[in-house]
């Protein structure tokens, strides 16, 4: 069963006034458990405001949400269990840190949940590891780490919420391409080791590439395709029409092509085009 | 949301009213309300109403937009009805039941502060509704610019004001954030006690000061690096001109303003 499916979902801001905008248009969506989902669009193509309907944050203007088969927004008391089920990693998470230590504020989603302190404990230790935040850090202010270090701690703070669906919107937007690395590697790991769905809202189509099994494209509020991230990107041109890329080593093989050389696959990772090129050269 | 709220409540439009230099219409509003208060019967009042409605036509703000911004003055305006209903015992009496007293004359005090009141609002929204908030304070600017003279830092407190009003929008967006992202965590703000509500505030102000502060080394930065140095001898990119039209509007003005001390005399 697909743990998140929507029907016709709309989202309107400002109606009624002179600002009003249609951010989400009539979306049609089902993601079934355990994919690593890339969700990727222009900016302003109503990305951001799909995702905040996922855990509940945002009421549909129309249209509904499912979670798990269950209907989102029936029952307002049963939002909040949502939001555990569902973790919403905002961009830029590093600025919702307010406790004093890192410890604690880990520990403000899993104390939310109700869980006793030893289970807390477990789970701040666990992604701590797993974020890569040494026991050191976690005594520190969280106002006195690096932009880095920040948000590994924000996101171990939803992370350790063990939600089933884990949205994260931009988690390495801002950092060093070696910040960058580390993170899409931890969540990775973290897909691969909890068996649970993931949904990566990113602009760098390489990023994409390497870490996604599907991808979601929004376009102008609509939902303009959800399938592999091998068909999607076979679909170059239409992407480019929308103003977003196909990853670089792509295009350069898609060039490679139109000037004559003979491959059968689509290349959309370095990795790939490493065995690619060998093959090619053997075949020489 | 906090987004839906209307702060600074600018309506942006192209009509005339909009037109008006932004100086004139401060000036206009100030004679309007005065208008207001030199009439003294329903008829000068009456000429009020005439102003008030046509120049509300005139503007084209929405009539639902116009209530919301009299709604929060409502209970005031139902508190003075009763008072002047109940306390004025001159005239001759309508009700007379145990302590409770009402005359005719009562009645019509109470109507005339009503209409008042309302006409004032109106009118007086129909500047914030009408000009941008950055107009207004330049505008400010211009009008006290006089104080200078006597050491007032007049450009200070206007920079002071437009930086604030830039910034109600951001920290507004910002706190939006904040409290989505710690409801994703399972922050709890709508349901227990006062104290625990006022409790559960405290992991959106800490991001939100935090944020402030740093908007606010940001803003001094970037002010520093274009070298800004104060009021003195800075000049504008929109330049404040009267035109055709702000004649108009003050001709319009001076034309009802006459009518209700015309009225007044007859009465």
Redo the contacts between chains.
Sequence with gaps: MAIIKTENLTYV??D???FRKVAVDNVDLEIENGEMVGVIGHTGSGKSTLI?HF?G?LKPTSGSVYIDGERLWDDKAKL?PV??KV????QY?E????EETCYKDIA??PK??GLDNAEIDRRIKETARMVGIGADVLDKSP?ELSGGQKRRVAIA??MA?EPQVLILDEPASGLDPKGRDQILGLIREYHQQKKNTVLLVSHSMEDIAKHTTKILVMNKAKLFCYDDTVKVFHRAKELEEMGLAVPQITRVFNRLRSMGIQFDDDVYTTKYAKELLMRLLADK | MI??MTIGQY??GKSPVHRLDARLKILLTIAFIVMLFVADDIKGLGVGIAFTFITFIISRIPL?MMFKSIRPILIIIIITAMLNLFFVHTGTPLVEWKFIKITDKGVETAVFMVVRILCLIVGTSLLTYTSSPIDLTDAIERLLSPLKKIKVPVHELAMMMTIALRFIPTLLE?TD??T?????????METGSIFKRAKAL???L??LF??SFRHAEELALAMECRCYHGGEGRTRMKQLHFKLIDLWGTLYLVFFFAGVIVMNKIG
């Design positions: 801001y400002g009624g006034t002179p905040q855990n944050l909040r939001r555990f973790g919403l990693v905002f998470p600025y919702q840190l307010f403000f989603g939310n949940m106002f703070g939803v919420m | 987004k839906d309506f942006p639902k910002e954030k904040i989505s992202a710690q409801k994703a965590r399972g922050a709890d405290i992991p959106i800490i991001p935090v944020s």
